[in-house]
Antibody, heavy 118, light 107 residues
Framework: QLQLQESGPGLVKPWETLSLTCTVS??????????WGWIRQPPGKELEWIGN???????NYSPSLKSRVTISVDTSNNQFSLKLNSVTAADTAVYYC???????????WGQGTLVTVS | DIQMTQSPSSLSASVGDRVTITCRAS??????LGWFQQKPGKAPKSLIY???SLQSGVPSKFSGSKSGTDFTLTISDLQPEDFATYYC?????????FGGGTKVEIK
């Protein structure tokens, strides 16, 4: 069964770059029917969609984060990544990587990783 | 952006109750609406997509419906494991947006 696992630093300094990687296991990222994405959740708050990528490299981003976000895919390692520049305390959140089939909601989520900006 | 207004923000219910949660979209999203369940410290779990289609493995006690731009999640025969926070999400257009969540608590 396909699984997702986030990895990366749990603590980032203000104005630096947050970098996370999601490793896909039990299946291939080279799917022509799925998007791979990132969603975050500040402590005690609601979910916020960050963006997603297709295996070909085509991306969509949240307009509120677009100027600071880059999502990329590494098909050779079955991974995709998130970079968020110039972080502030407002970017402190649990970050989830997800898989979403076309015309459906995200059906597979990573366990989430807490990133604190301080 | 499409705004998703979810209500109520919280509710108290007893084991065995039937509860209803509503999400209203700020514009037409057809049936591109999903529901998630989230327990403390855990990732959300997808329950429903396409407004009323159950994800694989989700029990039939969960059901979804649509009326105009209003969407409803109904949970029948509430059990202790159903006490959680529930979110809706629209995926009709980017950016994908979530409702504010409904916390279902034990009365």
């Amino acid at each position: 069964q396909l699984q997702l696992q986030e990895s990366g630093p749990g603590l980032v300094k203000p104005w630096e770059t947050l970098s996370l990687t999601c490793t896909v296991s039990g299946g291939s990222i080279n799917s022509n029917s799925h998007y791979w994405g990132w969603i975050r959740q500040p402590p005690g708050k609601e979910l916020e969609w960050i963006g997603n990528i297709y295996y070909s490299g085509s991306t969509n981003y949240s307009p509120s984060l677009k100027s600071r976000v880059t999502i990329s895919v590494d098909t050779s390692n079955n991974q995709f990544s998130l970079k968020l520049n110039s972080v502030t305390a407002a970017d402190t959140a649990v970050y989830y990587c997800t898989r979403r089939e076309f015309y459906r909601t995200p059906d597979i989520w990573g366990q989430g990783t807490l990133v604190t900006v301080s | 952006d499409i705004q998703m207004t979810q209500s109520p923000s919280s509710l108290s219910a007893s084991v065995g109750d039937r509860v209803t949660i509503t999400c209203r979209a700020s514009q037409d999203i057809s049936n591109y609406l999903g529901w998630f369940q989230q327990k403390p410290g855990k990732a959300p779990k997808s329950l429903i997509y396409g407004a009323s289609s159950l994800q694989s493995g989700v029990p039939s006690k969960f059901s979804g419906s649509k009326s105009g731009t209003d969407f409803t999640l109904t949970i029948s025969d509430l059990q202790p494991e159903d006490f959680a926070t529930y979110y809706c999400q629209q995926y009709k257009s980017y950016p994908l947006t979530f409702g504010g969540g409904t916390k279902v608590e034990i009365k």
